[in-house]
């Protein structure tokens, strides 16, 4: 569900090195998102060479009205942190946050980033009331059993392996896990000189115009028909 890159970049000014961006979204998601494209793919692609009389036009005008969401709403989202700021990619807009500018991030039934006195929805992090549900039982188990459940299984002959601090709380599920990585993030960089800045919040219109502009010429092929 995550993607951790910490390659650290040569010939940095600061005095700690300087990592690559921390990378969370939803595989499902994606998964979902793909699926639906192809299956989509394929209807119109039947419709315009099979299809007679307006079908084929009806089907193109209907094209971006239903790909552009799909890609918005499923493969688009994703979460990136580095030491310098947090950019959150939501369908329809972008945020990005100077760790100086956040205030806090939050997971109750969704995830939600506060940041120079607004709030945003994390879309590309859901949370999972089953995987709660799934996490305390692990860890109660864990702790019933003495388990030290945040170490790497031992080898044999070999102590348990004690996880990276890059690394997500094994014992919780994966969007509370996420929401406390990055929120041990900005207050470790809260006060960094590279981390300050304003907030950048923008729409994504690349998605927003062509799904008007397919409504558009969607409404007119139906009406001309």
């Known amino acids: 569900m995550t993607e951790s890159d ?27 998102g793909v699926m639906m494209l192809a299956v989509a793919a394929w209807l119109i692609v039947d419709a315009v060479v099979s299809g007679s009389g307006a079908t084929p036009w009806v089907a193109l005008a209907a094209a971006p009205v239903f790909a552009f969401p799909v890609i918005a709403y499923t493969l688009r989202p994703v979460v990136r942190a580095n030491d310098r700021r ?3 990619r939501n369908p329809l807009r972008t945020i990005v946050a100077p760790w100086s500018t956040v205030e806090g ?8 980033l506060f940041a120079s006195g607004r709030k945003f929805q994390v879309w590309a992090i859901p949370v999972s009331i089953r995987q709660r549900k799934k996490a305390t039982r692990r860890a109660t188990r864990a702790t019933a059993e003495g388990d030290p459940a945040l170490r790497s299984p031992a ?9 990276r601090p890059d ?11 996420v929401v406390g990585a990055l929120q041990e993030q900005a207050e470790r960089n809260a006060h960094k000189p590279s981390a300050g800045g304003e907030l950048q919040a923008t729409w994504c219109w690349w998605v927003i115009a062509p799904t008007l502009a397919g409504l558009v010429a969607l409404v007119s092929v139906i009406a001309a028909t």
Do not use: C, F, M, N
């Open 105 to 112: 991030l939050k997971a109750g039934y969704s995830v939600e």
């Open 155 to 163: 080898r044999p002959g070999k102590a348990p392996r004690t996880p």
């Open 86 to 88: 947090l950019v959150v």
């Open 167 to 177: 690394q997500l709380d094994p014992t919780r599920a994966w969007s509370d896990a």
């Open 6 to 32: 910490r390659t650290p970049h040569q010939g940095s000014a600061a005095e700690e090195p300087v990592y690559a961006d921390r990378v969370y979204r939803s595989v499902p998601s994606v998964i979902a």
